[in-house]
């Protein structure tokens, strides 16, 4: 067998008493092969590959510390031989092959620090940081499933909410041509709205509600403003659904909530910015102050679309 082979078994516990531990100085081994259990994992090296690098290794054979040994001439380590072979192959060949999943990453890390082996620490925390670059979510959109779990996301967080309510089920009516279309469109706008102002606005899915597209818009804990984006639309012979993109309504309203993040003072250039109309004439400090108010109490309103809903034949 090559002495940079390692041989790994698992040990079945012996029946019996413990076999009876020896200590002596690994200086006595020279350059021979040495026999490791680690944990119960078995393994064949040389004192030549332990004492390459300065480690933790190279001051138990090197005669700088004791081993212990049992009976069978086996020398003890008193850790979990999973990633031991790992290790090895680092210290023959100054690398190695990292594990694919951050789990191992972090327990082979966790090896290297207790053997004192920097290099291949350095090696692991490389790895996990560009994991970390690699798969962190740019920003999280949680899915509504149930009024409660609504409630409470609504309720805990600080900063404005924007949800989106879409269901293309739910349509007792047969759709007009563009409303796939349409609704499409509101989603793509949704996953735009939700990557500008990440970080700001917290924004949440909910495919569990009554209507067929909606947008709510929170601020503080409160609804201030909904943009429903369904109408029924009569046809020759039958209602339809209509589904629409007010894209323009949409975007002021989401910069209409950046008006309630904390901390919780309006914002008066976006107050001017969101303004639906602004006054030609000139007023004095005391009319603009109210215009101000006035024009944060509108916003507070809420919005709906509205429908026609005769019966056909009127």
Same mark, same amino acid.
């Given at each position: 067998m090559s002495g940079d082979t390692c041989l790994t078994t698992t040990l079945c516990p012996a029946a019996g008493p413990k076999p009876k531990m020896c200590s002596f100085k690994g200086g006595s081994l020279g350059n021979k092969y040495v026999r490791l259990n680690v %944990? %119960? @994992? =078995?393994y064949y090296t040389t004192v030549q590959v332990l004492t390459r690098h300065d480690t933790m290794l190279k001051a138990m054979f090197s005669g700088r510390m004791e081993v212990l040994t049992d009976k069978e001439g086996w020398i003890l380590i008193d850790r979990c031989g999973k990633h031991f072979g790992t290790i090895l192959n680092y210290l023959r060949d100054d690398t190695i092959a990292l594990p694919k999943h951050r789990q191992e990453i972090k327990e082979l890390m966790a090896e290297a620090k207790y053997y004192l082996i920097q290099g291949l620490v350095d090696m692991?925390?490389?790895a996990l940081q560009d994991k970390k670059d690699l798969y962190e979510p740019v920003c999280s959109i949680p899915i509504i499933? @149930?009024?409660? $779990?609504e409630e409470r996301l609504i309720e805990s967080s600080m900063k404005p909410v924007v949800k989106l309510l879409y269901n293309r089920s739910n349509n007792k009516y047969s759709y007009t041509s563009n409303s796939d279309d349409? !609704? =499409?469109?509101?989603? $793509? =706008?949704f996953d735009k709205l939700s990557l500008r102002f990440n970080g700001r606005v917290l924004f949440i899915k909910d495919v569990i509600g009554d209507e067929i597209c909606c947008w709510s818009f929170y601020g503080q804990g409160r609804k201030l403003a909904e943009v429903c984006c369904t109408s029924i639309v009569y046809a020759t012979e039958k209602k339809q659904t209509k589904v629409e993109f007010p894209e323009a309504r949409i975007y002021e309203e989401t910069l209409n909530v950046l008006l309630y993040e904390t901390p919780r003072v309006p914002d008066? @250039? !976006?107050l001017e910015a969101t303004s639906r109309s602004r006054s030609q004439a000139s007023h004095s400090e005391d009319d603009e102050g109210f215009e101000l108010r006035d024009r944060v109490r509108r916003i507070h309103v809420k919005r709906y679309s509205t429908y026609d809903d005769r019966q056909l034949g009127h």
């Open positions: %944990g %119960g @994992s =078995l692991c925390q490389a499933t @149930s009024p409660k $779990e349409n !609704l =499409l469109k509101n989603i $793509e =706008l008066n @250039s !976006l």
